[in-house]
């Protein structure tokens, strides 16, 4: 069965580094998204992404956040420098089609954990 | 705005014992999607329904089973004769219809089932 994969699983940085979190989305979708979860609260809607550009972002995602497909596989997303508050739980999800659609069952990926010190 | 409440936090019980999971939902729209994704301690994020507003049947998957009432905003998920293996934390989540067709999704709080061998 096709699924989003993420990397890396797990990566501690230190305080004011850049981080990229990697996501490989199913092949053949269309959407793609990212959310996050600090520890031991809900998931966050962060931003979606299709066509090569961002549909929306939420007041999470300020000027220290950027998402990029830089082939024809990948989905990143950078953080510049990195705050202690960063440290969550990162999902990567994706969609075939449109919300209203057959195909807008959002896939997630196994997520990858920041550890900020 | 949309909101999504689950008054249960944390739910015990006894395995074999059947366990209702309450969520209520929030939203200004009249075509949206709500879901129940399993998050068990390994960490990722297990889609289990996806259900649009305008489909109230209730449905039925093996042991579980989800009960959509659109006049009182609830979409109850309900595991019948529950398994060590159903100790997760259990997310209700609740997705418009945006313009453009992506999933902006709001999740709940989360309640966390233990079941107890």
């Known amino acids: 069965e096709p699924e989003v994969t993420q990397t890396p699983s797990h990566q501690v940085t230190q305080m004011g580094q850049e981080v990229i979190l990697r996501c490989v989305p199913i092949s053949n979708h269309l959407y793609f998204y990212w959310y996050r979860q600090i520890l031991g609260q809900k998931v966050e809607f962060l931003v979606s992404?299709?066509?090569?550009?961002?549909?929306?972002k939420s007041e999470i995602f300020d000027d220290q956040f950027s998402v990029e497909r830089p082939d024809g596989s990948n989905f990143t997303l950078k953080i510049r420098s990195t705050k202690l508050e960063d440290s969550a739980m990162y999902f990567c999800?994706?969609?075939?089609?449109?919300?209203?659609?057959?195909?807008?069952?959002?896939?997630f990926g196994e997520g990858s954990r920041l550890t900020v010190l | 705005a949309q909101k999504v409440t689950q008054a249960q936090t944390e739910i015990s019980v006894v395995e074999k014992e059947d366990v209702t999971l309450d969520c209520v939902y929030e939203?200004?729209?009249?075509?949206?999607?709500l879901f129940w994704y399993k998050q068990p301690p390994s960490g990722e994020l297990v889609f289990l329904i996806r259900r649009n507003s305008f489909d109230e049947q209730n449905e039925i998957s093996g042991r579980y089973s989800w009960n959509f009432q659109k006049s009182t905003s609830s979409f109850n998920f309900t595991i019948t004769a529950s398994q060590v293996v159903d100790s997760a934390v259990y997310f209700c989540a609740l997705s418009d219809f945006t313009v453009g067709g992506y999933q902006k999704v709001t999740f709940g709080i989360g309640t966390k089932l233990q079941v107890i061998p």
């Open positions: 992404f299709y066509n090569n550009e961002i549909s929306e």
């Open positions: 999800a994706s969609s075939l089609g449109l919300a209203d659609s057959n195909t807008g069952e959002l896939f």
């Open positions: 939203t200004r729209d009249t075509t949206y999607y």
